[in-house]
């Protein structure tokens, strides 16, 4: 594959053989931040994002964009109609209460409105089709959007399973844990063929899998390892880090460019013209086995009527010196109010398989 598709202006064709379709703009690709206090500036609310997941992202051809937290629903759908993929990095655990459960004991810590933002997007993504690529917390947000439920720490719930949590600074990043079986006909199969040698960060994973969704990928307990909406153009979502992989990894970088390549396609040309109805179906039966009042997140919120006023503070170009890149917002609450941190569950935001 071509590694220095970051320096072209177009993705090449690299089929076999050329084709005369007309060269592929490279794709605008949203991948929305976390938040913590900093450190180095005296506690100051900051968006961060791990470098690997945006570097891998350029270095395979696409232009990636980090989107806020604390945004109202019309500012990130007007950030959303100009994107042509979704990609969902690592992060927090997701709280229960996205899928009707109480929390655990072991629950890590959460971060609500980083959930709200992910689910918005997934759902969106999905509802049109665009395509969408998650990691680790991303495949586990796509199965709680299409009503799938987690299981809030493997360990626990589950000790008959093996051991995925395989966190730094014990174990190196880029640590092979385990292999895993994949469905050829999959997209996760095409990048990465039947069987192959992962990573694995992570203390949760897929109890009850979402409305829609295809297990591709199972590790030798058992436990899914990446899922698929088989409908879509690309909606993947796989539990370990190829992210960190890709860099040596040939079939690694293959799952990442797949994903570019789709999104700089005519993907609206691939999704099935009754798409959009089935999807509709598919939430709404997820939604009649909530124990509440079933919520529409499907438009944006009308609630929010005094917006987000954004003053950019800093940013650090280069990160903090632990491959975090770091861009601090005087953000809102979506009333127009600076968000407090408090909003974050749990005193330190250091997270699981960021």
Request: aromatic residues 6%; proline residues 9%; charged residues 25%.
């Amino acid at each position: 594959m071509h590694r220095e598709l970051h320096k072209r202006d177009e993705l090449p064709d690299l089929q076999p053989m050329p084709t005369e379709d007309p060269p592929k703009k490279r794709p605008l690709i949203g991948v929305p931040t976390g938040r913590e206090r900093s450190q180095r500036f005296h506690g100051l609310p900051l968006y961060i994002m791990n470098q690997t997941y945006i570097r891998t992202l350029e270095k395979l051809g696409a232009l990636p964009v980090m989107i806020p937290l604390q945004m109202t629903d019309e500012t990130l759908r007007g950030i959303f109609d100009r994107l042509d993929g979704i990609f969902l990095p690592g992060g927090e655990d997701m709280d229960p209460g996205t899928y009707d459960e109480e929390r655990h004991p072991q629950l890590g810590a959460v971060d609500k409105e980083r959930d709200r933002t992910e689910l918005l997007l997934t759902r969106w993504a999905l509802a049109e089709g665009m395509p969408f690529f998650g990691i680790c917390r991303g495949v586990q947000v796509l199965n709680v959007a299409c009503g799938g439920a987690l299981y809030q720490d493997i360990h626990s719930q589950r000790p008959d399973l093996e051991k995925h949590d395989y966190f730094p600074p014990k174990f190196e990043r880029f640590r092979i844990s385990h292999q895993i079986d994949i469905e050829v006909d999959s997209r996760v199969g095409t990048a990465l063929g039947k069987v192959h040698e992962i990573n694995s960060m992570h203390h949760q994973g897929i109890k009850r899998v979402g409305n829609g969704l295809r297990v591709v990928a199972t590790a030798p307990d058992g436990l899914p390892e990446a899922l698929e909406m088989p409908a879509l153009p690309f909606a993947v979502g796989v539990q370990w880090h190829p992210e960190e992989l890709a860099k040596t990894d040939q079939h690694s970088a293959n799952l990442f460019y797949q994903f570019v390549v789709t999104a700089a396609s005519n993907w609206h040309e691939q999704v099935p013209s009754s798409w959009p109805g089935h999807f509709r179906q598919l939430l709404a039966d997820a939604e009649s086995r909530r124990p509440e009042k079933p919520v529409d997140v499907s438009l944006p919120n009308p609630a929010y009527t005094n917006g987000v006023t954004l003053t950019p503070l800093v940013v650090v170009n280069g990160g903090n010196g632990n491959g975090v890149l770091q861009a601090a917002i005087n953000g809102g609450n979506g009333n127009g109010l600076p968000a407090p941190m408090d909003e974050l569950d749990g005193e330190e935001f250091i997270t699981h398989c960021a």
